[in-house]
């Protein structure tokens, strides 16, 4: 299991569904977790959500950076070395939420009663740095 296969079990989701993490979600959530996996993407108006391998979420009203590492999400970038920028309403992709990094990674789109709401993120733990 990689990164572009849960990416792909996720894409086109509901985001009631995704952030209740039950059913499908729950599985796959767990699938990313064996097999080292994050799962990053938007709650409401002001979370970032790390599942799988990273259980975590960092604060990002009107977007921001948030800097990591394998272990979680932390307020000081020099304690980390990843970085995620959160763009929130993003106009060019028509999503309120959008994530820019470095790490390799796939996207899968998150909607709302059927419009987009976000394009999130997954990336395996072994292309940290």
């Not at 599942?51 to 970038?77: K, L, N, Q, S």
């Amino acid at each position: 299991m990689d990164a572009k296969e849960i990416a792909e079990m996720l894409d086109g989701i509901d985001y009631g569904e995704l952030i209740n993490e039950r059913g499908k979600v729950k599985e796959i959530v767990g699938l990313a977790e064996e097999f080292d996996i994050v799962i990053v993407y938007g709650a409401s108006d002001d979370l970032m959500e790390f599942r799988g391998a990273i259980e975590d979420e960092a604060d990002c009203y009107d977007g921001g950076e948030v800097y990591f590492d394998e272990t979680g999400v932390y307020g000081d970038p020099e304690l980390a070395d990843n970085l995620i920028n959160a763009v929130w309403a993003d106009e060019e992709q028509k999503a309120s939420w959008t994530y820019e990094t470095d790490i390799p990674h796939e996207e899968f789109k998150v909607y709302d009663e059927g419009v987009l709401y976000c394009i999130g993120i997954v990336f395996s733990t072994s292309d940290l740095v």
